[in-house]
């Protein structure tokens, strides 16, 4: 599949003309990992956003410092067409959890943010697009964590 | 058109998973996620569509080896 194709299919990119997509699509790098690798660290400094081609991401909080609980906990599993690594995009704290790979392989479009974000304030037009589709996922993302509260005790 | 689907099994918190699917599940039929299979309970519209894109929650039930 070509990045572009890939594009297409990942929501943050609804909307984009050919034109645009082919401008985003010179940041992106596609890179592979395997089973356990970890690209995201809770509290790193965000440096990447991934958008998932295929396989599977656990994103999971790690132990507290706590003698009490020493399990990591996992929030969600992302695949085909999600994206990770967004809140940084918009607010550029620390990672606020761990990612690893849960598939036996996963094949990730990298774009780099700060190369994304000089994107973003250069052309006004996809920047609008990205926020746009950027808030349309977090609220989906709350959306079913409440739905999940709600309907599953 | 796209569908973005969050998935959740009953009685497994932290066990869901978010993907994007060709077509969107039907309540009875049977799906895999990750290693495992689920059988497909309910299938609720999370946000009216937009665009190309429809969303949606499906609840799933773990199918038990031999239930198959």
New interface residues.
């Given amino acids: 599949m070509n990045v572009i194709d890939t594009l297409k ?1 990942t ?1 943050i990119f ?2 984009h003309s050919d034109a645009q997509l082919q401008k985003l699509s010179t940041l992106a790098k596609r890179i592979t990992i395997d089973a356990g690798d970890r690209i995201i660290g809770e509290g790193d400094v965000p440096g990447e956003l991934f958008v ?1 081609e295929s396989g ?1 991401l656990a994103i999971i909080v790690e132990p507290a410092q706590s003698k009490v609980n020493t399990n990591s ?10 994206i990770v690594g967004e809140v940084s995009l918009i607010d550029r704290g620390p990672r606020s959890a761990s990612v690893l790979c ?2 036996e392989k996963a094949t990730l479009l990298v774009f780099n943010l700060d190369a994304l974000t000089a994107l973003l304030d250069e052309d006004p037009a996809i920047g609008y697009l990205i926020m746009r589709n950027l808030a ?1 996922d977090m ?3 709350l ?2 964590r409440n ?2 509260e709600k ?2 005790p | 058109m ?1 569908h ?1 689907i ?1 998935y ?1 099994i ?2 497994e ?8 699917e060709d077509r969107l599940p039907q309540p009875g039929e049977i799906v895999k ?2 290693d495992n299979e689920f059988e497909v309970v ?1 299938v ?1 519209e ?2 009216p569509a ?4 429809g ?1 949606y ?1 499906v ?1 799933c039930t773990r199918v038990k080896d031999g239930e198959r």
């Fill in positions: 299919e929501e609804a909307g998932i599977e906990v996992p929030l969600v599993t992302l695949g085909r067409g999600q849960a598939s349309a609220a989906f993302k959306r079913q739905i999940r309907l599953l | 796209f973005k969050s959740a009953a009685g918190p932290g066990s869901g998973l978010i993907r994007n996620l990750g309910e609720i999370l946000i937009r665009g190309d894109w969303y929650h609840t």
